[in-house]
């Protein structure tokens, strides 16, 4: 069984930054990647940025330029650095993992954590 845990969610002002990060315990051996998802209210859970052992993959256009993912998928941590927050930034956001085949791997949630921007 794999954890992840997510921390660093909390209440900023428009302009300002926070700082996610992820850490998966238990049996992690068949993760490859881990990433970013975000939900608002109302809304789709989106992909909002990737991390693979070779460095990030991804960026939703809507946080290129202010977010920043890293991390060590060998130790299973990954982070997301989020500048310039903007108000349509207020979200849940999970961290999830995964492996490269279903036959080998599932995908893993954490609980979420709540980054609200004030306007």
């Known amino acids: 069984q794999v954890q992840l845990v997510e921390s660093g969610g909390g209440l900023v002002q428009a302009g300002g930054s926070l700082r996610l990060s992820c850490a998966a315990s238990?049996?992690?051996?068949?993760?490859?990647?881990m990433d970013w998802y975000r939900q608002a209210p109302g809304k789709e859970r989106d992909l909002v940025a990737a991390?693979?052992?070779?460095?990030?993959?991804y960026f939703a256009d809507s946080v290129k330029g202010r977010f920043t993912v890293s991390g060590d998928i060998a130790k299973k941590t990954m982070y997301l650095q989020m500048d310039s927050l903007k108000p349509e930034d207020t979200a849940v956001y999970y961290c999830h993992a995964d492996g490269p085949s279903a036959r080998d791997c599932r995908p893993y949630w954490g609980q979420g954590t709540l980054v609200t921007v004030s306007s």
């Open positions: 238990g049996d992690t051996s068949c993760i490859s990647y």
């Open positions: 991390l693979t052992s070779g460095g990030p993959t």
